[in-house]
Structure formats: C-alpha cells, structure tokens
C-alpha cells in the first residue's frame, strides 16, 4: 500500500487564523480524500479532492471554509480557514484507486483552536 | 446513502479471551464492508474487507469477519485477543456504485485487560 505523510502532525492555533496541512503519496494514486474526526467521534468526509479540477465537497462543508488543492497525483493541501474553536479535529487524508475501493490513511494532524 | 451502526461503544475483554465487535449497516444499494484499527495518536490502518465471494474474510493480526447479507451485518472477531489489540475499532461501508466515499460507524473502544 501507499506510504502516506502529513503536515504538520499537530498545531495549535489562534481563533481567526488559517492553517494549511498537506498531503503527500509516495506513489500516484487516483484519488485523494479529506476527512474530520471530531474529538471522541468518528470520521466524516469533508471532501473528494480531485486533480485538476475542483474538489467535491460533502454536506455540510463548503470550499470558503476548507479550500482543497491537488496538483498533482501524489499531492493535496487541506485549509482550515478562519478557524474557531468547533474546528479542533484531527483531520486525515486517505488514497484509493479508481477499482479497489478500499483507501489507506495518512497519519493525521491534531488541531487545537484556543 | 448508507449508513453504519457500532452498538457497542466498549468493550472490556480479558487478555486471550475471544472478541466480537458487531456492525451493521444500511443501504438501498450493494456495498463493500470495511473494518479498521486506529492505535492511540496513529492513523487509521486496514484490518479487513470485503469485497465479494466468500463471506468469511480474514485480515491482518488474526482478525477475521462474516458479512451477512440478510442480518445487514459485518461483525469483526478474533479468537484471543492480545494486550497490542488496545485500539479503537470503526467499521465502514461503501456504495459498490458511484463515488468511492467511506461511511464510517462511531467506532468500538476494544480494551484489553491483563
């Protein structure tokens, strides 16, 4: 499977900012996935990123708030924008290929909004 | 759209007794099941899948899991858990058309106690 890293591990950082993290595959892959996970809860997807083009993006989540970049085929950037408290997550990128339906998760970045 | 049932939130089990995690899950249209482990402060990593034929799967470190088709049910099992088998256990489906998108179930805290 894909060896997936992510930037940064964890931050903390101060209601009304922005914080980029980044995802990025040691090989191509065909899609590249954002997900939140809430503390003591379970995953939700925010968004599908999709290269060359816009993300999609999940109920409840809009591009203003989480802008998604994918470049290419082995990178994607997630933004938090003018966060707040409820931000405070671990936020996880996942990879899958187009016919095997399962994904593999990168390691995630722990947030933390004061 | 699909969704995923975990009843059981706890689960306390002595060491090298057997374990069961039940998962069920709904949907109007054919899904693959999914069982992951996520160990404190690390990604989530695939245990096991199912994806069609037999309806007994086995997965990494001894797991194994039985998707039943009339129950709606994906439970997980091991016959002797270990202390290492401390995690927190999410159970996932996905739709077997359309987007590749993971359904989550809120997860099952598997503790393992000496």
């Known amino acids: 499977s894909a060896v997936i890293s992510q930037k940064p591990s964890r931050d903390i950082c101060q209601r009304g900012t922005s914080l980029t993290i980044q995802c990025q595959v040691d090989?191509?892959?065909?899609?590249m996935f954002w997900y939140r996970q809430q503390p003591g809860q379970s995953l939700t997807l925010i968004a599908t990123a999709n290269q060359g083009s816009e993300a999609t993006y999940e109920s409840g989540f809009v591009i203003d708030k989480f802008p998604i970049s994918r470049p290419n085929l082995t990178f994607s950037t997630l933004t938090v924008s003018n966060m707040s408290p409820e931000d405070s997550s671990i936020y996880l990128c996942?990879?899958?290929?187009?016919?095997?339906?399962?994904?593999?998760f990168g390691p995630g970045t722990r947030l933390t909004v004061t | 759209a699909q969704s995923v049932t975990q009843l059981d939130s706890q689960v306390p089990v002595f060491e090298e007794a057997p374990v069961e995690l039940r998962c069920n899950y709904s949907?109007?249209?054919?899904?693959?099941l999914f069982w992951y482990v996520q160990y404190p402060n690390q990604g989530l990593q695939l245990l096991l899948k199912y994806l069609s034929g037999s309806t007994l799967v086995k997965g990494i470190n001894g797991f194994e899991a039985e998707f039943n088709k009339s129950q709606t049910s994906f439970h997980l099992r091991k016959p002797s858990v270990h202390i290492s088998d401390t995690a927190e256990y999410f159970c996932a489906v996905s739709s077997q058309t359309g987007a590749n998108n993971l359904f989550f179930g809120t997860g099952t805290r598997l503790t393992v106690i000496p």
């Open positions: 090989s191509q892959v065909t899609m």
């Open positions: 996942s990879v899958g290929e187009q016919l095997r339906f399962e994904q593999y």
């Open positions: 949907s109007s249209v054919s899904v693959y």
